[in-house]
């Protein structure tokens, strides 16, 4: 892929009309075919009317060779990877008239979309939500694109953010708006076990600066930090903080700290609070922070505790909100009904395996089998699940996953794992406390 920065230079060197078509494949983003984009600039009178007329083989030949516009069975498309954020920019200050009107028939448009490009058309739509400033609308649109297009959203936000990064220009963006992003973009991330010290970076800076979103930036960075297991001087970000948010992450910090009666105190505050706000009896907590909170009734073992346990996990099956933790969470009723003496052991075949194939789907299922003695290495099976298992233990020692790295490595090494750096790691981190969930 070539250079932004060489292919910026080499829109600049085209004739005007030239860019004006150019950024008009930038606004649409989607591709489109030679006679459909003429069709469209005519009739939006947004161009030169030479422009029009040079929309034709012998342009479409020159743009390609310079890697401007990429080509298809659809038509022409500017070419993305960040030129294309960069060209909306352009528009968006240079050509204001172009741009309004561009985006106004594109957000409009009810024109037949192919399947593969249903993500572009989300795209497309998000884009233009972006640079409008319509932050409620790109917030719909980004909750959308993760409903039905979850394993695309980090290259969603690379092309629109972070491929090329402006500092100045994403400085400039409604402080709410930056928070939101890089708080979803932390999210992804740190579930991928990939590297977020960039997104935490940049709210930190939010909350050293006093900017208007600094309290949420403040949850957002207290949140992947407990997630990470980094919790030093976390509790003075929430301390004061007694939403939702701040009492399911205090009670989360509490948890994985070990510190279990706590825990259940923050989170019990919290579903009373929930009640409160909605005026509904069954409430429960999703995402990781209800995970854990269903981890601490579990380890806590009264019957009180295993009934609002089992009442907590019955409202989340039956919730009809999308829940990332949805499917540990029904093995974990599983797990439960295994431990009450409901049901002999835990069904265990590779299909059900393969269904807790992302890192923390499997680092909570693989604890969920320990606990309850259905795992082994003595089969091809096992050791085929436990082998990628190590691969994340590892990935996550690397990106700074301190509480997943402890976790895992203690585990593994419970399981008779024989490595040398999973023995490493287990002993580096066998004083944390958050390795009490091993033996919950």
């Known amino acids: 892929m070539a250079d932004t920065r060489v292919l910026l230079q080499k829109f600049h060197k085209l004739a005007e009309a030239e860019q004006q078509i150019l950024l008009s494949l930038a606004i649409l983003f989607s591709p489109v075919g030679q006679t459909r984009l003429q069709e469209i600039l005519r009739a939006l009178d947004c161009v030169d009317p030479r422009a029009c007329k040079l929309i034709a083989k012998p342009l479409r030949e020159k743009l390609l060779k310079q890697g401007l516009i990429e080509q298809n069975q659809f038509g022409w498309r500017c070419a993305t990877g960040g030129i294309s954020e960069l060209l909306m920019r352009i528009a968006l200050q240079t050509q204001p008239d172009l741009f309004s009107r561009l985006a106004n028939f594109s957000l409009s448009s009810r024109e037949y979309v192919a399947q593969p490009y249903q993500l572009v058309d989300k795209v497309r739509c998000l884009r233009l939500f972006l640079y409008l400033g319509d932050n409620e609308r790109f917030e719909q649109q980004l909750r959308e694109i993760e409903d039905k297009f979850y394993n695309d959203v980090i290259s969603v936000f690379n092309l629109l953010f972070f491929s090329n990064f402006d500092k100045a220009w994403f400085d400039s963006l409604n402080s709410h708006l930056k928070t939101f992003v890089l708080s979803r973009y932390a999210h992804y991330g740190v579930f991928r076990l990939e590297n977020i010290g960039f997104p935490l970076q940049q709210l930190q800076e939010s909350i050293q600066l006093g900017e208007p979103s600094a309290e949420a930036s403040s949850l957002a960075l207290a949140e992947y930090n407990i997630i990470l297991g980094d919790t030093q001087n976390i509790a003075e970000l929430i301390k004061g903080d007694f939403s939702v948010q701040g009492l399911s992450l205090k009670g989360s910090l509490c948890f994985i700290e070990n510190s279990n009666n706590e825990a259940l105190e923050n989170y019990a505050a919290a579903i009373q609070l929930i009640k409160k706000q909605t005026r509904k009896r069954n409430v429960c907590l ?25 009442n907590q996990l019955n409202i989340l099956a039956k919730s009809k909100e999308e829940d990332e933790f949805e499917n540990i969470n029904r093995r974990l009723l599983e797990a439960v009904n295994v431990y009450q003496g409901q049901v002999h052991s835990l069904e265990y075949t590779s299909h059900i395996v393969r269904a807790f194939s992302r890192p923390y789907d499997m680092l909570f299922h693989a604890l969920i089998l320990y606990w309850l003695d259905s795992i082994a290495i003595a089969t091809d099976f096992d050791a085929k699940f436990l082998g990628t298992f190590k691969k994340y233990c590892l990935q996550a020692e690397q990106v700074g996953a301190i509480f997943y790295t402890a976790v895992s490595a203690t585990l593994l090494e419970k399981l008779g794992i024989k490595d040398s750096k999973i023995k490493r790691l287990a002993i580096k981190y066998k004083h944390l406390p958050c390795i009490h969930l091993v033996d919950l």
């Open 286 to 310: 999703p995402g990781i922070h209800g995970y854990f909170f269903n981890l601490a009734l579990f380890k806590d073992r009264e019957p009180e505790s295993l009934s609002l346990l089992r």
